[in-house]
Nanobody
Framework: QVQLQESGPGLVKPSQTLSLTCTVS??????????WSWLRQPPGKGLEWMGS???????FYGPSLRRRSSISRDTSKNQFTLHLSSVTPEDTAVYYC????????????????WGQGTQVTVSS
């Protein structure tokens, strides 16, 4: 069974770049046919799909964050990473990585595998 674990800072200052890493076990980010995705849920709001990288390395970004987002991967470590630049307090959210069958996912009921999520707070 595929397992995903997010890691990164819990607190980021405004204007800095947030970097989060998702470590995958029980599966391969290059061989298993999923959308390896980043999503977030701000307090009191719905789930937002941020972007995905496929097993072949193609990258897709959500429209609202594409200018500030960058997704990459380290195949030797079976990890993929999100960088979000110029963060503001509005970027405070629980950030999830997931392996999903669909590209754009709006609920955690979507088929696939999910990390437990990591809280990121943007504050000075």
């Amino acid at each position: 069974q595929v397992q995903l674990q997010e890691s990164g800072p819990g607190l980021v200052k405004p204007s800095q770049t947030l970097s989060l890493t998702c470590t995958v076990s029980g599966g391969s980010i290059t061989a298993d046919v999923y959308f390896w995705s980043w999503l977030r849920q701000p307090p009191g709001k719905g789930l937002e799909w941020m972007g995905s990288i496929t097993s072949s390395g193609s990258i897709f970004y959500g429209p609202s964050l594409r200018r500030r987002s960058s997704i990459s991967r380290d195949t030797s470590k079976n990890q993929f990473t999100l960088h979000l630049s110029s963060v503001t307090p509005e970027d405070t959210a629980v950030y999830y990585c997931a392996a999903t069958k669909d590209l754009v996912v709006r609920t955690r009921d979507a088929p696939g595998y999910w990390g437990q999520g990591t809280q990121v707070t943007v504050s000075s």
